[in-house]
């Protein structure tokens, strides 16, 4: 019997990416899940259902932009009424926010905290009581660029950063109440969010820049995010899967 059976789980940006192979994760494991995202998605619904069909657990939509107060509201509200738990919460929400300092508007800039890390903060506040009621997991989704400098992209590599020790500052604070938050770092992973990569850049990465000359997949960083999950001794702590990229020197 899996340990996720029977538990209740929140995935935001639950149709996409790291995200679905997360939710399809955990509904595999019979876990029941709460899909948050901004839009439906009807080909990604009928994989819901199939993982469902596998694991015995069953997955509700609701759709809202993570980044307003508003939504994590209403997903503690939905929490509550379908499942009367919350055991795990994935925060996969977010997006791009290419520019330098010099070149990026500053709407793009207060936008990329609300949509990393203002969310983060609504959903943990939304959800705490559900969670130490339940000595629930957070894990949040940073980025190996909040690791070591990535050049253009100045917004997205800060609130990735933040996230890290946002989870340092919650789990500390929340370890009584036997809450655990962790991150997890991915390096180049292949989901839509790379979709605009060129396969010029797709080959210096696979030559250059990844020791283990591949990309990861989405189902590789979801498996690692429910060995956090299931793992009840790890907290505070920040994951990189990456292919070696961040530790290379040349």
């Known amino acids: 019997m899996s340990s996720l059976e029977g538990s209740a789980a929140l995935v935001t940006g639950g149709t996409s990416g790291i995200g679905l192979a997360t939710a399809k994760a955990l509904l595999a494991g019979g ?25 015995g657990g069953r997955w509700v939509f609701v759709s809202g932009d993570a980044a307003l107060a508003e939504t994590s509201t209403a997903l503690s509200a939905a929490a509550a009424k379908q499942f009367g738990r919350l055991d795990t919460i994935v925060h996969s929400a977010g997006g791009p926010a290419p520019g330098t300092v010099l070149t990026i508007d500053p709407a793009d800039w ?10 983060a903060f609504h959903l943990f506040r939304a959800m705490h009581p559900l969670l130490a009621r339940a000595g629930g997991s957070v894990t949040l989704l940073s980025s190996a660029a909040a690791l070591r400098g990535c050049p253009g992209t100045v917004a997205y590599q800060v609130v990735k950063a933040s996230l890290i020790q946002l989870a340092r500052a919650l789990a500390r604070d929340h370890a009584a109440e036997n809450i655990r938050v962790n991150c997890v770092a991915p390096g180049i992973i292949r989901t839509p969010f790379q979709d605009s990569m060129t396969e010029a850049a797709r080959q210096n990465n696979l030559a ?15 498996s690692l995010i429910l060995q956090l999950i299931e793992n009840n001794f790890i907290t505070g702590e920040t994951m990189v899967i990456d292919g070696g990229m961040s530790m290379r020197m040349v």
Do not use: C, K, W, Y
Request: zero cysteines; aromatic letters at 4%.
């Open 31 to 55: 876990a029941n899940v709460l899909v948050n995202a901004r839009r439906e998605r009807g080909e990604v619904f009928r994989e819901l259902d199939r993982a469902a069909q596998t694991g």
């Open 110 to 119: 207060m936008q990329a905290f609300a949509v990393h890390v203002h969310s």
């Open 208 to 222: 250059n820049r990844i020791p283990l000359g591949r990309e990861g997949t989405p189902e590789q960083v979801a």
